[in-house]
């Protein structure tokens, strides 16, 4: 079952309105979660780790004040996408870190599509 | 963490195996070799990791090379639900450490 759930699953939105993407962690206490953004035919690429009761660390290029990171408990963080343009249009995947066969991996939630008109 | 070479595409026919090939020749002592999947418009799904043994789950198979320095991923009886972007990816085994994805290998499972 999923370990991960991410709402929306797709969103379609207008250029200027703000745009809240939930993640939550269905199986793991997570002190830590990290978003995602991937355009068509790319790879996805980390945008920031999302600390439980904490600022989020950004990746270089990413801008913290239009991408909103809220991790309020141990298992949901959401990313508030501001002020949206079309250039925003992605896909937003959260992920959270876990453990199989006793080693440290990560598991990734659905993805949620973003369309801004 | 180390980097990682993939194929950019391959071609699979159903029901046959599929092998996938991944060089990470930089890899230190202490980083593990994961193997995630993409299908289209979905989150990346684990499949295996290992650090030196060849691992096998209800998915896959890994292989790694006695030096480390490549791994094949084997799914033994490829299906069209296969069709995906594999990615391989070397990492130390530390809770809460990212993943940094590459181009991946486009695998086509054809009927």
């Known amino acids: 079952g999923a370990v991960v759930s991410q709402h929306p699953s797709w969103v379609i939105c207008k250029s200027g309105t703000s745009v809240k993407i939930e993640c939550r962690s269905l199986?793991?206490?997570?002190?830590?979660m990290f978003w995602y953004r991937q355009f068509p035919k790319q790879s996805l690429m980390l945008m920031a780790t999302s600390n439980e009761g904490s600022k989020a660390t950004y990746e270089q290029g990413v801008e913290k004040d239009k991408f909103l990171i809220n991790h309020a408990s141990l298992t949901l963080s959401t990313l508030t996408v501001t002020s949206a343009h079309p250039e925003d249009s992605s896909f937003y995947i959260c992920s959270v870190p876990g453990t199989e066969k006793g080693g440290n991996t990560i598991y990734f939630g659905e993805g949620s599509w973003l369309t801004v008109v | 963490d180390a980097k990682t070479t993939q194929p950019t595409s391959m071609d699979c026919a159903e029901g046959r195996a599929a092998n996938l090939p991944c060089n990470h020749s930089t890899i230190s002592g202490n980083e593990y070799v994961y193997w995630y999947r993409q299908i289209h418009s979905q989150g990346p799904q684990y499949i295996i990791h290992?650090?030196?043994n060849n691992e096998t789950n209800e998915m896959a198979s890994l292989i790694i090379t006695e030096d480390r320095k490549s791994s094949t991923l084997i799914l033994p009886h490829a299906t069209l639900r296969d069709t995906a972007v594999y990615y391989c990816?070397?990492?130390?085994?530390?809770?809460?450490?990212?993943?940094?994805f590459g181009p991946g290998t486009r695998l086509s499972v054809l009927p």
């Open positions: 199986d793991f206490q997570a002190t830590t």
């Open positions: 990816i070397v990492r130390f085994d530390n809770y809460g450490q990212n993943f940094v």
């Open positions: 290992g650090l030196k």
